[in-house]
């Protein structure tokens, strides 16, 4: 009996271990596939919008074969993947590594554009809502708008003749606009609820980083109503005088005459 017991053992372990390995091999596909080969499986998936499988083989692709092309150009589309999968600090963690890694490659500014990218278009609900809602916006803070602009301006700077700058310029455009209006709604917040200090602050801020802005308008008239309401003529009188060389035809001096 102990022989029998001892022949089956030493008959089952080496059935078990080879069953073990095939299964092993069923389970990983990918075992022996070259650099090229991920690399074209990944493109394929990420086109056909598996975007999973797409993320998994690049990142396959760089953990196995870590240097040359294509583990570079792994690097940079798996940012993509995670930005069309719906993963923006992923994808923008991925770009920035790219970014970090290869600061001159021949791609590095399509890096930059879709970081920038991802910002903005998680810029643009926030910021449409903040600047349409009567909720209070005084602490909210647009972060993904003042990055998306720095990286889009870091691209231009960087790569004027890219085939991104174009764009990126009419992007910047848009947020510049778009985050001095979001200082005037705050001051407005601020008027409403009579914090007067405060509501000439964020007016300050436009007069002094949003120049050349529709919003310039809004925060000379917020100053002369801030001022009127504190009772500080002189500076008042100051702030209608520019407004009046500015934007002769502001509603802000019908209101102002009105509460003459």
Not at 30 to 40: D, G, L, M, N, V
Not at 157 to 182: I, N, Q, T, V
Not at 203 to 209: M, T
């Amino acid at each position: 009996m102990q022989y029998y017991m001892k022949h089956l053992t030493l008959t089952v372990i080496p059935l078990i271990l080879l069953l073990s390995a095939c299964i092993g091999t069923e389970q990983d596909p990918t075992k022996t596939w070259s650099p090229q080969r991920f690399y074209i499986e990944a493109k394929e998936a990420l086109d056909e919008r598996d975007y999973e499988t797409a993320i998994k083989h690049y990142e396959t692709l760089e953990a196995r074969f870590p240097y040359g092309r294509y583990a570079q150009q792994a690097q940079l589309e798996v940012a993509y993947a995670y930005y069309k999968d719906n993963e923006p600090a992923l994808a923008i963690a991925a770009a920035e590594r790219f970014i970090r890694l290869h600061p001159t490659h021949a791609n590095v500014a399509y890096a930059y554009y879709l970081k920038g990218l991802i910002n903005f278009h998680d810029t643009v609900n926030p910021i449409a809502t903040f600047l349409g809602a009567d909720a209070d916006v005084s602490d909210r803070d647009p972060k993904a708008a003042r990055e998306s602009y720095n990286t889009f301006k870091d691209l231009v700077e960087r790569f004027p003749d890219s085939r991104y700058a174009k764009d990126a310029w009419a992007r910047m455009g848009y947020l510049f606009e778009a985050l001095a209006r979001y200082e005037i709604k705050v001051a407005e917040f601020y008027l409403k609820r009579n914090a007067f200090v405060a509501a000439l602050m964020r007016s300050k801020e436009v007069l002094k980083k949003y120049q050349q802005t529709p919003s310039v308008e809004d925060a000379l008239g917020i100053q002369v109503i801030a001022y009127r309401k504190m009772g500080m003529t002189q500076l008042m009188n100051d702030a209608i005088r520019v407004l009046t060389i500015n934007f002769p035809q502001s509603r802000y001096l019908s209101q102002t005459e009105q509460n003459s």
